[in-house]
């Protein structure tokens, strides 16, 4: 075959398809994300679809894991402003076993280890907007180390509407512990968290998202209701309660703009079963 008619065969070809993606993507582009979730919770066969994000610090700090309060504030305002309706861990749980229904275009707001800011930056943020929030703790930290808050603090939050929950004792990597080691700190976190708050602590994060099949069941025998990995994903009844999905939120060039994308296009990915296992 000369080689002109290669060149023109796949210039031809590349036409074709790049037309027929084209097509594909324009409904999915053209609609605003309040539709697409609509959209979504309607098409879903497993019920509602939960947007569960995931942050860590709430500060100036120049890294990944620190998103800034203004950045911060502009998301919740988002939220706000778009219909989204902030849900706590019991209420997902409820949904997810049947037994309870969810408000339209639920979130489920997250943190973890439980660093001092979430108290001094994201709290405040979170009561005027009057949302819901989750904090999952290292509870040999807090009231130790000046980066974390106090019980004082975490009892406070807790009475306002964030629930906090564990995330063990030592935050260590758990595919690396012995079963003696994961039973402490599965085990240890929850008693000490329940006896400073004073009522059942039964969610839990696995620090650095790191989990397999045994250490789920070990979390279940430990009684935990549900526990949060940072599988990436949205969370409905296809998925397993010792393993829901995240949607991590971090500091990047452009936060906000991040934060949108990943909000906005996490469904769609889930759609074309680009992400659920
Ligand atoms: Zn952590």
């Given at each position: 075959?000369?080689l002109?008619?290669?060149?023109?065969?796949?210039?031809?070809?590349?036409?074709?398809?790049?037309?027929?993606?084209?097509?594909?993507?324009?409904?999915?582009?053209?609609?605003?994300?309040?539709?697409m979730?609509?959209?979504?919770?309607?098409?879903s066969?497993?019920?509602?679809?939960?947007?569960?994000?995931?942050?860590?610090?709430?500060?100036?700090?120049?890294?990944?894991?620190?998103?800034?309060?203004?950045?911060?504030?502009?998301?919740?305002?988002?939220?706000?402003?778009?219909?989204?309706?902030t849900?706590?861990?019991?209420?997902?749980?409820?949904?997810?076993?049947?037994?309870?229904?969810?408000?339209?275009?639920?979130?489920?707001?997250?943190?973890?280890?439980?660093?001092?800011?979430n108290?001094?930056?994201?709290?405040?943020?979170?009561?005027?907007?009057?949302?819901?929030?989750t904090?999952?703790?290292?509870?040999s930290?807090l009231?130790?180390?000046?980066?974390?808050?106090?019980?004082?603090?975490?009892?406070?939050?807790?009475?306002?509407?964030?629930?906090?929950?564990s995330?063990?004792?030592?935050?260590k990597?758990?595919?690396?512990?012995?079963?003696?080691?994961?039973?402490?700190?599965?085990?240890?976190?929850?008693?000490?968290?329940?006896?400073?708050?004073?009522?059942?602590?039964?969610?839990?994060?696995?620090?650095?998202?790191?989990?397999?099949?045994?250490?789920?069941?070990?979390?279940?025998?430990?009684?935990?209701?549900?526990?949060?990995?940072?599988?990436?994903?949205?969370?409905?009844?296809a998925?397993?309660?010792?393993?829901?999905?995240?949607?991590?939120i971090?500091?990047?060039?452009?936060?906000?703009?991040?934060?949108?994308?990943?909000?906005?296009?996490?469904?769609?990915?889930?759609?074309?079963?680009?992400?659920?296992?």
């Open positions: 075959m000369p002109f008619y290669k060149q023109s065969l796949l210039k031809r070809w590349w036409k074709r398809i790049s037309l027929l993606l084209l097509l594909l993507l324009i409904p999915l582009l053209a609609s605003s994300p309040k539709q979730t609509a959209t979504m919770v309607a098409d066969e497993n019920g509602t679809k939960v947007m569960v994000l995931n942050y860590h610090k709430i500060d100036n700090t120049f890294i990944s894991l620190a998103v800034r309060p203004d950045d911060f504030e502009a998301q919740m305002k988002y939220l706000s402003e778009n219909g989204y309706h849900i706590s861990p019991d209420e997902l749980y409820d949904s997810l076993a049947g037994t309870g229904e969810l408000p339209e275009n639920p979130v489920l707001i997250t943190f973890d280890d439980g660093y001092v800011d108290y001094t930056n994201a709290y405040p943020i979170l009561k005027k907007y009057g949302f819901k929030a904090i999952f703790v290292i509870t930290f009231g130790k180390d000046k980066n974390y808050m106090t019980w004082d603090q975490a009892r406070e939050l807790d009475a306002n509407g964030i629930s906090i929950e995330h063990t004792v030592d935050h990597s758990m595919t690396d512990l012995t079963d003696e080691q994961l039973r402490m700190e599965l085990v240890e976190s929850k008693k000490k968290a329940e006896k400073e708050l004073g009522h059942p602590v039964e969610y839990m994060a696995y620090p650095t998202g790191t989990y397999n099949l045994h250490i789920a069941e070990m979390v279940k025998e430990a009684g935990y209701k549900a526990a949060f990995t940072i599988k990436y994903g949205n969370v409905d009844k998925s397993n309660i010792y393993a829901l999905e995240r949607v991590p971090f500091h990047t060039e452009d936060t906000n703009k991040d934060f949108l994308e990943r909000i906005r296009y996490t469904p769609i990915f889930e759609r074309f079963g680009w992400i659920k296992s």
